[in-house]
């Protein structure tokens, strides 16, 4: 079907502006994505529907933490991804027209099929996750607009890398967002990502100004994003831009597609980076890929008692009441409508 967000130029080229990368893209030819191709001078999408993994999961695997704690999502993906992310743990679909000459794959879904699956299974959300949403973001609009029609809520996993006109499309309609804040360095958005880091803090602080709940999420890669002073400045953007609110997600590497030579992640190095995060004003960080620790809980920022305790994606104990903690009356920044 045909896209959204794009321009046509003269000589039957097209730019389009779904993501902050802009292409150029010329007649018979795909954009970075690969998954959307210029047929004639008219952009195509050529994921609308073709479902390649589809699971109910618990919203905290996404991970949001704060968004709706406990409930289930009905999560969904296509092929494709605008980033090249050497150490992408879902590379199988997120670069299979890459690595596969072009190939995309997926059963034929459509959007009332995906909220009646969603409704079936008890979700109180859908997420749209695993791969980049923004890529198939014609699929998931239409998909999130009815279901906010059934009163469920929708949710993007992503690089935010989407640019100003699509989150001004998503307002209103996609009601939380996870959000990969990957590092806080511009060579390694170039060299490990394919991508500019000064556009996802854009993309960021419009998600935020647009009233779109936001976590944000760092995978800790030993000896490329985890410099102390870094993650400080991390820390700090999200406290001064996105508010102290904001919860941050630190989660652990392990080996994985191009990236096989670095080690996983030394707990230690989490357990600093979360100090780090905490002593820069942040009221709720977390660490992740890392069952049975303790930052993977929820405590009050203010008087510091653990209120929801958790083991991995599932909680044991949730001690909030009305997003107030039941020790302090301490208002809890939770998305619990």
Not at 41 to 46: A, S
Not at 247 to 262: A, E, V
Request: charged residues 20%; glycine residues 6%.
């Amino acid at each position: 079907m045909e896209a959204r967000c794009y321009t046509k130029l003269e000589k039957g080229s097209v730019q389009c502006y779904l993501c902050r990368h802009r292409c150029l893209i010329q007649d018979k030819e795909r954009g970075i994505c690969k998954v959307r191709e210029n047929q004639s001078g008219t952009l195509i999408t050529l994921v609308y529907g073709k479902i390649i993994a589809c699971h109910v999961d618990p919203v905290e695997k996404k991970p949001l933490f704060h968004f709706m704690p406990g409930s289930q999502t009905y999560s969904l993906a296509t092929v494709g991804c605008n980033f090249r992310c050497k150490f992408c743990q879902n590379s199988s679909i997120s670069q299979m027209p890459i690595d596969h000459h072009g190939m995309i794959m997926g059963d034929d879904f459509t959007p009332s099929k995906i909220v009646e699956l969603a409704l079936l299974h008890q979700c109180k959300s859908i997420s749209f996750t695993y791969t980049e949403p923004t890529i198939f973001f014609e699929f998931a609009i239409d998909t999130a607009m009815l279901a906010k029609e059934k009163g469920l809520y929708t949710i993007f996993v992503s690089n935010g890398y989407m640019s100003d006109e699509t989150i001004e499309l998503m307002s209103g309609n996609i009601h939380a967002a996870n959000i990969d804040l990957k590092a806080f360095n511009s060579d390694f958005y170039k060299q490990y990502c394919g991508a500019k880091l000064e556009n996802v803090l854009k993309s960021l602080r419009t998600l935020k100004a647009k009233g779109i709940f936001l976590e944000i999420t760092t995978l800790l890669i030993p000896g490329l994003n985890d410099e102390m002073q870094e993650l400080k400045s991390l820390a700090e953007f999200i406290v001064s831009d996105l508010g102290a609110e904001t919860p941050w997600h630190i989660s652990r590497f392990h080996p994985t597609y191009q990236l096989l030579n670095r080690p996983q992640t030394p707990v230690q190095s989490l357990l600093q980076a979360r100090e780090i995060g905490i002593k820069a004003g942040l009221r709720y960080v977390y660490v992740g890929n890392v069952p049975g620790e303790k930052g993977e809980s929820t405590f009050c920022w203010k008087c510091g008692k653990l209120l929801i305790d958790r083991h991995g994606f599932f909680i044991r104990d949730n001690r909030i009441k009305n997003n107030r903690c039941s020790y302090c009356d301490a208002y809890i920044d939770m998305f619990n409508p």
